[in-house]
């Protein structure tokens, strides 16, 4: 049984800051990959970044420089630091996770984010 408890989304003026945050409640296993995907409307679902349980990180060019991913693998947990926002980012984001034994991601129920220009 996985699930996935995602938060911080909001309304934030351009040029403002947000933190996302996720809780993996996992029954044995501990991830491999968390992270985060989004999706703005009528747009497909994108990722934004990914944290693997070493700590090696991946972004997307277009949040390169103005995100930072980051997790604690004891709780299970990871954060999405969101600065210099644009209008762009409006979207819904999706905390991620994987397991080394299974090739699928696990989502969480997605956060708004809103970005008034």
């Known amino acids: 049984q996985v699930q996935l408890l995602d938060s911080g989304g909001g309304l934030v003026q351009a040029g403002g800051s947000l933190r996302l945050s996720c809780s993996a409640f996992v029954s044995i296993f501990s991830p491999n990959t968390m992270g985060w995907y989004r999706q703005a409307p009528g747009e497909q679902r994108e990722l934004v970044a990914t944290?693997?349980?070493?700590?090696?990180?991946k972004y997307s060019d277009s949040v390169k420089g103005r995100f930072t991913i980051s997790s604690v693998n004891a709780k299970n947990t990871v954060y999405l630091q969101m600065t210099s926002l644009h209008a762009e980012d409006t979207a819904v984001y999706y905390c991620?996770?994987?397991?080394?034994?299974?090739?699928?991601?696990?989502w969480g129920q997605g956060t708004q984010v809103t970005i008034s220009s």
């Open positions: 944290i693997t349980s070493s700590g090696i990180t």
């Open positions: 991620i996770l994987d397991f080394d034994y299974e090739p699928m991601y696990y």
